[in-house]
């Protein structure tokens, strides 16, 4: 270790000793601290996010502290699931608001693994899910789930949690991550949470910081539009025809188009054509610099 990158770890030492929360940076103390609490008979949730946390993500912070003895909260921005590198070039990093924030909540630890804590030298395996990963987010961002399978896989192992606590905004990726969990005998329980939303309907999400006051005026009507589809379904109008005049309100409010918007099956996304057994309507629509998803329940009336 050079005099340089001693001094450099000397000092992400102490400002992390002065951190709102306790962080561990590798595996091995992670882990160590992870055993500890297995001595003592605690039970062990896990929240894994990208950073740059916001109500939906305290959200599942309060939920995992609702339902385990101790609690430990991920960060780490994965450059695996990022298609565009100018998104992960911009994608906010926060790690010591986020600390601040999950402070007064009562987390135990905040793990921000380095790069080679999770990416090693020589890495060279993917975690790929079939079926549910495919259509939707996954035509739209090829590579985008082998990504989020691969991180989700390492930091379930890493952490050893009994339960991960994922929200319902991102459906798509509850899905995929409940499908791999079981295919691959990982010994945690998925806990999905409801999505949180702004008063007018917007889902919270980390790059919404980065739509204009215009964008941001415009952005609910995606929610409202969906939401209007799945009334005028449960009036027993054709899913095509409220799927249409969906995608017609979106452009109509300023979108400059929607990307996708289907109704699938609630378990496992099969397309459906017809509102006969629970579903979910999902959306993504590009509006200025940041691709919005959302997707709401649409169950039989």
């Given at each position: 270790m050079t005099a340089v990158t001693a001094s450099a770890a000397e000092a992400r030492a102490a400002a992390d000793a002065d951190a709102a929360i306790p962080i561990q940076r590798r595996k091995a103390g992670l882990r160590a601290q992870v055993a500890q609490w297995r001595r003592e008979g605690l039970s062990v949730g896990?929240?894994?996010?990208?950073?740059?946390?916001?109500?939906?993500?305290?959200?599942?912070?309060?939920?995992?502290?609702?339902?385990?003895?101790?609690?430990?909260?991920?960060?780490?921005?994965?450059?695996?699931?990022?298609?565009?590198?100018?998104?992960?070039?911009?994608?906010?990093?926060?790690?010591?608001?986020?600390?601040?924030?999950?402070?007064?909540l009562g987390a135990?630890?905040?793990y921000v693994p380095e790069p080679e804590e999770i990416y090693p030298d020589g890495f060279a395996t993917t975690v790929s899910v079939e079926g549910v990963s495919g259509g939707l987010c996954g035509d739209g961002r090829p590579g985008h789930f082998d990504g989020v399978c691969t991180v989700v896989s390492k930091l379930l192992l890493q952490t050893a949690a009994d339960r991960a606590y994922f929200g319902e905004k991102d459906?798509?990726?509850?899905?995929?991550?409940?499908?791999?969990?079981?295919?691959l005998d990982i010994p945690v329980e998925i806990v999905p949470c409801a999505t949180v939303r702004e008063a007018d309907g917007l889902a919270l999400s980390s790059r919404n910081v980065r739509l204009t006051e215009g964008e941001r005026a415009a952005a609910p009507a995606l929610n409202a539009a969906m939401r209007h589809a799945v009334e005028e379904m449960r009036a027993g109008a054709p899913?095509?025809?409220?799927?249409?005049?969906?995608?017609?309100r979106i452009v109509a409010a300023g979108f400059p188009s929607?990307?996708?918007?289907?109704?699938?099956?609630?378990?496992?996304?099969?397309?459906?054509?017809?509102?006969?057994?629970?579903?979910?309507?999902?959306a993504a629509a590009?509006?200025?610099?940041?691709?919005?998803?959302?997707?709401?329940?649409?169950?039989p009336a």
């Open positions: 896990v929240v894994p996010t990208m950073g740059a946390l916001h109500e939906g993500h305290l959200s599942l912070v309060r939920a995992a502290l609702a339902g385990c003895d101790r609690v430990i909260v991920t960060l780490f921005v994965n450059p695996k699931q990022f298609n565009d590198p100018k998104d992960l070039e911009n994608y906010p990093r926060t790690e010591r608001a986020d600390a601040e924030k999950l402070a007064p135990h630890v905040l459906y798509q990726q509850l899905q995929v991550v409940t499908r791999l969990v079981r295919d899913v095509a025809g409220a799927l249409a005049e969906a995608r017609r929607v990307e996708y918007l289907e109704l699938r099956a609630a378990d496992g996304l099969a397309p459906m054509t017809a509102l006969d057994r629970p579903a979910r309507l999902l590009p509006l200025g610099s940041v691709r919005l998803i959302d997707n709401i329940a649409a169950d």
